[in-house]
């Protein structure tokens, strides 16, 4: 139980998330302001909230915020709290890493950022709650926003293509989770996680045969919602018609909040429920490691690659996830670390392709890359990073992340999983090495353009050297949190979930 | 200060990359600060090498806790068989450098730079992770080199190679995830050192998965016969300094990689087998030899010269007994010396006539003595002429051979025959006869190459002529390993 002031200051940085949003929206009727000022105001919103969240982390005790008047909803642990770190920061960082790309299209305006504070907003809310009403409402804010800004390019019929495609699909998966809740709720009577944990763990399966159909159900919206095989349908148009900023918001930042609620639910929830599961979720993590790659392989545009190849990342995920259910304990930190290390690679390298983007090039093809190493030689060198991080090559965070994923799965003994999970990863060699060998092996194919030093540019050296640094980063050198201490944290959030 | 030799060693030439490309150094100056750093190296290896006791077992141990949730450190230390890679390594990189000297590509010396820091780490690494991050990092630079600065079919023959390699890394990175959960699970701590994993015992049926795991990625670096068709297309479009570390010391690594790990982790299983592989590095062993007649192009030649003398090295080390283990150590540095040599030579011919295919090649020796020479005594000590030192060892892997059954003793004398009869053939076609198309006004060699080569020439003299200088420094080592492998498995 929190005193009033006390809850007052924990739900501080959501209100300033949402204040921010809002300013943000007022703003944008003053025609004086430019894009960088709303980029500006909405960066600062978001570091105040980050330095606010970065505060409490580790500091508040595990309760529910106004629970007398709104029962066990909203939860506040370090679990939720890591959450809101990685997803403020996600926003940020795509914020700054595409202000150049933001400049060169005319479409983007203050509202844009707006509603990308909104999606935040949601985001927080799905990492806090508690209870499956709330959780559906925060996704739903967060995915409103999303549709939105999907479409952002109106001129363009992809970008309208992609978020009719979005919304409809989205609508609909939205509507299973609903269903899935009312079924819960007419075996339990309460919606309330604890509830349905104590009901579940009290009664049979026979008895929960709803329970089990609900919670399926509810997780036919998430596995949408993470692209899994087979509701994946959507993945490559959308991102591909989306504008670059989005593209990185939706594969990096969306995922996160996503596999929040994904592992509150089944590390609470539906414990009991981990043996029927457990099928039907290795059945869904081949299907979606093998059509991920296949869908990544197949594919001639860079975007389009990423697209597919955030598929076979969910499907890692997901190994940990089946690996929860068979009684592994290392894999949920190996999640969050997966998260954080996929993060930082797809960031990079969608920032890469929005800040070459912005000078011009509109389709990035593999051809478009010949003989980037030189015209661009450090550009490219970071490129590799990224793609060698994405691979799961040794010495970047990649590769920590897969061998803890990996680890999980065979303390687990899911052997058929790893060995497909190795498997991929080197399938993924290929189309991954595909860019690295077209930016070394070919000869330019066009003439030289004069490099911009910008922040953007700044920001991709830093997602290198984070990449490296998570990869090979020891505790030798001191105040710098080292791979393990990474590690650490994750497992002291999950501790703090119970 | 010794506690930072071997990481000096390794990660000297990986600084010197990193500090050069943050100054934006012309490609003079990189040059100097490639060579220095290569001679550095070199020096602290010699230093490393004064200091190391050749019956002290692993010295200048180093652990350094990295990721301490999974119990990887950062753990180096140097033996017998390190110490030898490390000499070669060491010895070969500015001779290299030497080799390079005009080159003005930067990214070329980059990339020797990060090779030769991955290849020392992954010889000088005890800990399986800190082993598999350097396999693969070395890949990397030797994939950019030949897909970029190479020749023919460059990318393909590039992507080629990765993917097989990565391959076999892939199965090894199952293996030893396996290996440390399992030591997990029995001991109740995290450790990927393989010294803590080489207590654990598995069932047989299990044992085999994990040893081919380990197997696959060292068979194909090898090559063993058929895991070798990355072999032949990658050695003829890497370009000069790609190929002789391909040859003189990557595939070396392969069986650096079963001695090391192979031997301490799952000597059981490679004992129980060591039959089947026996006959499959026989196959590679004559397969190679008679391919290598047939071979139009210098440098496909020596790719599958340098297959089956690796095969012959793969046949010493199962064989498992002192003289075979001797020979293939010994080998391991010969073949280094030679065939590091042989591959700078065709790249000097590559350079004078453009080509290399022996039919447009002849009459060199009549034109450029010097050269001649040289290429004479590298060829023959490829094929192990008394005298050099390519002879003393494979006698002494026949003897070996002998020592473990009598057909397979004959059958491994036949490399002798084959190796000779592809070489004589071989210099009969490029040397002599008439001066062909490309051959005429074929320059002598110059100093500088003169000096590049004359290292090689007289180790490998020495070697051949005064084996007993270096039998004493390698002898205790593998008496020690083979008695410790007949204690853990109860006689070989």
Redo the contacts between chains.
């Keep these: 139980m929190f005193a009033l002031i006390e809850q007052f200051y924990i739900i501080l940085p959501m209100t300033i998330v949402l204040i921010g949003a809002f300013t943000l929206m007022i703003l944008s009727h003053n025609k004086s302001f430019e894009l960088k000022h709303f980029n500006l105001v909405a960066v600062l919103f978001l570091t105040i909230a980050l330095a606010i969240v970065m505060i409490q982390f580790g500091n508040i005790p595990k309760g529910y915020l106004f629970e007398d008047i709104i029962g066990k909803v909203f939860i506040v642990d370090d679990f939720a709290l890591l959450f809101d770190i990685m997803s403020i920061t996600g926003v940020i960082l795509t914020l700054l890493i595409n202000t150049d790309y933001f400049h060169s299209r005319s479409y983007f305006n203050g509202e844009y950022f707006a509603l990308l504070l909104f999606s935040l907003f949601g985001m927080i809310l799905l990492a806090h709650a508690h209870e499956l009403v709330t959780a559906f409402i925060g996704l739903e804010i967060a995915s409103l926003s999303i549709y939105a800004l999907v479409g952002y390019h109106k001129n363009n019929h992809v970008s309208s293509e992609a978020m009719m495609k979005y919304l409809v699909l989205g609508s609909m998966t939205g509507a299973f989770f609903i269903l899935g809740t009312a079924l819960i709720y007419g075996v339990v009577g309460s919606t309330t996680l604890n509830d349905i944990a104590t009901y579940t763990n009290g009664h049979n399966n026979e008895e929960s045969i709803l329970i089990i159909v609900g919670a399926t159900l509810i997780m036919v919206t998430i596995l949408f919602k993470i692209g899994a095989v087979p509701f994946h349908g959507w993945v490559i148009d959308v991102y591909e018609g989306s504008p670059f900023p989005i593209t990185m918001f939706m594969a990096s930042t969306f995922k996160i909040a996503i596999f929040a609620i994904a592992l509150r639910l089944y590390l609470i929830d539906f414990v009991s429920l981990h043996g029927q599961w457990n099928f039907i979720l290795q059945t869904i993590t081949i299907l979606t490691l093998l059509g991920g790659s296949w869908l990544a392989i197949t594919q001639s545009s860079i975007k389009r690659m990423l697209a597919g190849s955030s598929i076979v990342h969910g499907g890692y995920m997901l190994i940990a996830i089946t690996s929860v259910g068979a009684g592994s304990q290392i894999a949920v930190p190996a999640i969050m670390f997966y998260l954080i290390a996929y993060f930082l690679s797809a960031v990079g390298a969608f920032g890469i392709l929005s800040y070459i983007s912005a000078s011009g090039i509109k389709q990035l093809t593999y051809e478009d890359f010949k003989g980037f190493?030189e015209r661009r030689p450090y550009l490219a060198i970071f490129m590799s990073i990224f793609m060698?991080s994405l691979a799961g090559?040794?010495?970047t965070i990649g590769?920590?992340g897969k061998?803890?994923i990996?680890?999980a799965g065979?303390?687990s003994e899911q052997f058929l999983l790893?060995?497909l999970g190795?498997?991929t990863?080197?399938i993924s060699?290929?189309y991954y090495?595909k860019l690295?060998?077209m930016m070394?092996?070919?000869p330019k194919n066009e003439p030289q353009t004069p490099i911009r030093y910008t922040f953007s540019s700044a920001l991709i050296v830093l997602m290198a050297i984070l990449i490296i640094w998570g990869g090979?980063g020891?505790?030798?050198i001191p105040f710098i949190p080292?791979?393990?201490a990474l590690?650490?944290i994750a497992?002291g959030a999950i501790n703090s979930i119970g | 200060m010794e506690s930072l030799l071997l990481s000096a060693i390794i990660f000297i030439p990986f600084f010197t990359a990193l500090i050069a490309s943050i100054l934006r150094l012309s490609y003079t100056k990189l040059r100097s600060f490639s060579i220095a750093s290569s001679l550095i190296v070199f020096g602290l290896v010699l230093f490393l090498a004064m200091q190391y006791d050749p019956h002290g077992g692993m010295q200048f141990v180093r652990t350094?806790?990295?990721?301490?949730?999974?119990g990887i450190s950062?753990h180096l230390g140097v033996d017998t068989l390190s110490l030898v890679l490390l000499l070669l390594v060491s010895l070969l990189m500015p001779l290299l450098y030497l080799y390079m000297w005009h080159e003005n590509r930067k990214?070329y010396w980059y990339n020797m730079l990060l090779l030769q820091s991955g290849i020392t780490g992954t010889i000088l690494s005890l800990d399986l992770?800190l082993f598999?991050?350097f396999w693969?990092?070395m890949l990397?630079p030797i994939?950019?080199m030949i897909?970029?600065y190479g020749n023919g079919k460059?990318?393909y023959n590039?992507?080629k190679l990765?993917?097989m390699t990565?391959?076999g890394s892939?199965?090894m990175?199952?293996s030893i995830?396996?290996l440390?959960?399992t030591h997990?699970e029995v001991n109740g701590f995290w450790t990927y050192s393989f010294e803590d994993l080489s207590v654990l015992t598995f069932t047989p049926s299990i044992a085999i998965w994990v040893a081919s795991g380990f197997l696959l990625a060292f068979a194909i670096k090898i090559p063993l016969f058929g895991f070798h068709t990355w072999m032949a297309p990658a050695y003829g479009s890497s370009p000069t300094p790609a190929v002789v570390i391909l040859s003189a010391i990557m595939a070396k690594l392969g069986i650096y990689g079963i001695w090391r790990f192979g031997y301490t982790l799952f000597e059981e299983i490679l004992v129980r087998y060591s039959y089947h592989i026996i006959i499959l590095a026989l196959i590679g062993l004559v397969y190679y030899a008679i391919v290598a007649i047939t071979q139009s192009s210098l440098r496909r030649m020596f790719a599958y010269a340098s297959g089956s003398h690796l095969s012959l090295i793969t046949l010493g080390l199962f064989f498992a007994n002192i003289y075979s283990w001797g020979g293939s150590l010994y080998f391991i540095i010969t073949h280094a010396l030679a065939s590091a040599g042989i591959f700078l030579m065709i790249g000097l011919l590559y350079k004078r006539t453009n080509t290399i295919r022996i039919k447009d090649l002849g009459g060199i020796a009549s034109q450029a003595p010097l050269f001649a020479v040289f290429f004479t005594f590298f060829a023959l000590s490829i094929a192990g002429v008394p005298g050099t030192g390519g002879f003393v060892a494979e006698l002494l892997i026949i003897i070996g051979a002998f020592k473990y059954d009598l057909w397979i003793g004959i059958a491994t004398a036949s490399t002798m025959l084959l190796a000779m009869l592809y070489t004589f053939w071989m210099l009969q076609r490029t040397l002599f006869g008439a001066v062909g198309l490309a051959t005429q006004g074929f320059k002598d060699l110059s100093k500088k190459e003169i000096v590049m080569l004359l290292p090689l020439t007289i180790l490998l003299l020495i070697t051949g002529i005064a084996p007993s200088l270096f039998i004493p420094f390698i002898e205790p080592w593998i008496t020690i390993t083979l008695e410790t492998i007949s204690q853990n498995i109860g006689g070989l």
């Design positions: 190493s060698l090559f040794p010495s590769f920590l061998f803890y990996f680890t065979v303390e790893v060995g190795i498997t990863a080197f060699i290929y090495f690295i060998a070394y092996f070919y090979i020891s505790s030798l080292s791979a393990d590690i650490d497992k | 350094v806790d990295w990721i301490k949730n999974y950062y990214g992770i598999y991050l693969e990092m990397l994939y950019i897909g970029r460059r990318q590039a992507n990765l993917l990565m391959l892939m199965s990175l199952f995830l396996y440390g959960y997990f």
